[in-house]
């Protein structure tokens, strides 16, 4: 696991733990002090109230006198305080079998880092960075640069329903909630909806609404919204997700595939990435608001495999894809390899909220690969001078109120007719279009070309994925 900062609170506590708890242990008691202390400290303040037990949980370990027994009774004591919050939302999971070695005593640095946090929400948040080093696929943790991309690209507004069908640790729906308090909402607004298949996420998204006091988010699961939508009958005006990427049989024998309509297509058991679009696309409200935003493997845009091509095809003629934008390499714990953004609509014509440029039967490309920034040992981000500009280009390309006339450029964007995009077999990939920067030289310099062979190297790797995918699935009819 890669550490926290050097130097922060939560690294020193991590390091105090060291030899008594593992890491991954000693962070998932951490995240459980914090949502107890957030409702201590309201209790505290909120005398007349609804206590729950918080408030005395907290007192006691605040105290010591818990301190001369076990680790797993002191950690007993703060369940207890949670009791009554979890009957609400989830069940904290269980304690970790190695706290019954551990004394009372060596849990205090945990218990001073919450103390002593000035903001427990951001110290939840960094925990949460902390444990994405273990996490899979990206699907338990999306870093924030990339949350916050999603957001601004959708524009949630007050009065809007918000739903991600993979929510993980529920940091799309609050930088949803986020953006529209910033841009003069009230709060509670909008409201969010999140389903996800693995209780685990589920309690940290619980926790994490709870810290940054959010209350009335409708949550769902376990279950996989593929073959088990929660919110059968519900559509949503802004629909966002990062879904697990080449997910292998993720139809449960057949019965994802072939129990509910699938308008571009049936995706391939193999591969969910087309059925995570679809599920996007079919969940936007019908009106001319209705939108929606996923990642996706970059290799899904230019995919030749059969049944993949033919779907996104059909999403091109259908005029419901607005966006592509090819990311950097190694932006998503654990995804080494390029990711891109598809964006939809149901209408790309004039109207408030999305510009005044008809931009029907055209889709924008941009090209965003060079655009990360190292922020540690193997770690790389999103800029906010480059998130500005993706924003700030497809906002143009809509004709948003107060941006600058839309141009193409070379190497960056590029404005292309679903005519055009059928004549290259439908290939999406804005690598493929926008050409190279008009006073870039087509061999570049050193480092350039570097970054050019590991992006087709990642290529590759993926392609080498999607084969062995496809095998096993050939394999598995015999």
């Known amino acids: 696991m890669e550490r926290a900062p050097k130097g922060s609170s939560l690294a020193r506590a991590l390091d105090a733990m060291r030899g008594a708890l593992a890491p991954q242990d000693a962070l998932q008691l951490l995240m459980m002090l914090v949502p107890l202390r957030h409702k201590a400290d309201a209790e505290r303040v909120d005398e007349?109230?609804?206590?729950?037990?918080?408030?005395?949980?907290?007192?006691?370990?605040?105290?010591?006198?818990?301190w001369n027994r076990s680790g797993h009774e002191v950690m007993s004591e703060a369940l207890r305080g949670l009791e009554a919050w979890g009957s609400r939302h989830f069940r904290l999971p269980d304690l970790p079998p190695a706290l019954v070695d551990v004394r009372g005593p060596q849990l205090a640095p945990l218990i001073e880092c919450v103390a002593a946090a000035p903001d427990p929400a951001a110290l939840f948040e960094e925990c949460m960075e902390q444990a994405q080093t273990t996490a899979k696929g990206g699907d338990y943790y999306t870093p924030l640069d990339i949350a916050r991309l999603l957001t601004a690209l959708m524009e949630p507004q007050a009065g809007e329903a918000v739903y991600d069908p993979?929510?993980?640790?529920?940091?799309?729906?609050?930088?949803?909630?986020?953006?529209?308090?910033?841009?003069?909402?009230?709060?509670?607004?909008?409201?969010?909806?999140?389903?996800?298949a693995s209780r685990t996420a589920l309690q940290t998204a619980a926790m994490n609404f709870t810290v940054h006091g959010v209350e009335g988010v409708y949550l769902q699961?376990?279950?996989?919204?593929?073959?088990?939508?929660?919110?059968?009958?519900?559509?949503?005006?802004?629909?966002?997700a990062n879904p697990p990427f080449n997910q292998f049989g993720w139809d449960e024998g057949g019965h994802g595939r072939y129990n509910r309509p699938w308008r571009y297509g049936i995706p391939p058991a193999g591969n969910a990435n087309f059925a995570w679009v679809q599920h996007v696309v079919s969940k936007m409200m019908p009106s001319g608001r209705?939108?929606?935003?996923?990642?996706?493997?970059?290799g899904a845009a230019a995919t030749s495999k059969p049944a993949e091509r033919q779907i996104r095809a059909r999403l091109v003629e259908d005029d419901v894809l607005s966006c592509v934008i090819e990311l950097p390499a190694g932006l998503l714990p654990h995804v080494r390899n390029p990711v891109s953004l598809w964006l939809f609509t149901r209408s790309k014509k004039p109207r408030q909220g999305w510009g005044h440029e008809d931009r029907s039967g055209r889709?924008?490309?941009?090209?965003?690969?060079?655009?990360?920034?190292?922020?540690?040992?193997?770690?790389?981000?999103?800029?906010?001078?480059?998130?500005?500009?993706?924003?700030?280009t497809f906002a143009a390309w809509r004709g948003a109120p107060g941006q600058a006339l839309y141009e193409d450029v070379p190497g960056w964007c590029r404005s292309?007719?679903?005519?055009?995009?059928?004549?290259?077999?439908?290939?999406?990939?804005?690598?493929?279009?926008?050409?190279?920067?008009?006073?870039?030289?087509?061999?570049?310099?050193g480092e350039e070309l570097v970054a050019d062979l590991t992006h087709e190297l990642y290529s590759l790797f993926e392609t080498s994925r999607h084969l062995e995918a496809e095998l096993r699935d050939l394999l598995g009819r015999w």
């Open 166 to 196: 993979v929510c993980g640790s529920g940091g799309f729906l609050l930088r949803a909630r986020e953006f529209v308090e910033a841009h003069g909402g009230a709060a509670g607004e909008p409201a969010l909806y999140g389903q996800d």
């Open 416 to 445: 292309l007719s679903t005519q055009e995009i059928a004549a290259h077999d439908h290939d999406v990939l804005p690598s493929h279009h926008v050409g190279l920067p008009a006073a870039e030289s087509a061999h570049g310099d």
């Open 363 to 392: 889709i924008l490309l941009i090209d965003a690969r060079d655009t990360a920034a190292k922020v540690g040992r193997g770690r790389r981000a999103l800029p906010d001078g480059a998130r500005s500009r993706i924003i700030s």
């Open 48 to 66: 007349k109230g609804d206590h729950t037990g918080a408030l005395p949980a907290w007192d006691a370990l605040l105290a010591r006198d818990l």
């Open 221 to 240: 699961g376990p279950s996989s919204t593929l073959t088990d939508d929660r919110f059968p009958d519900l559509m949503f005006d802004v629909v966002v």
């Open 290 to 298: 209705g939108r929606g935003v996923l990642l996706l493997p970059t």
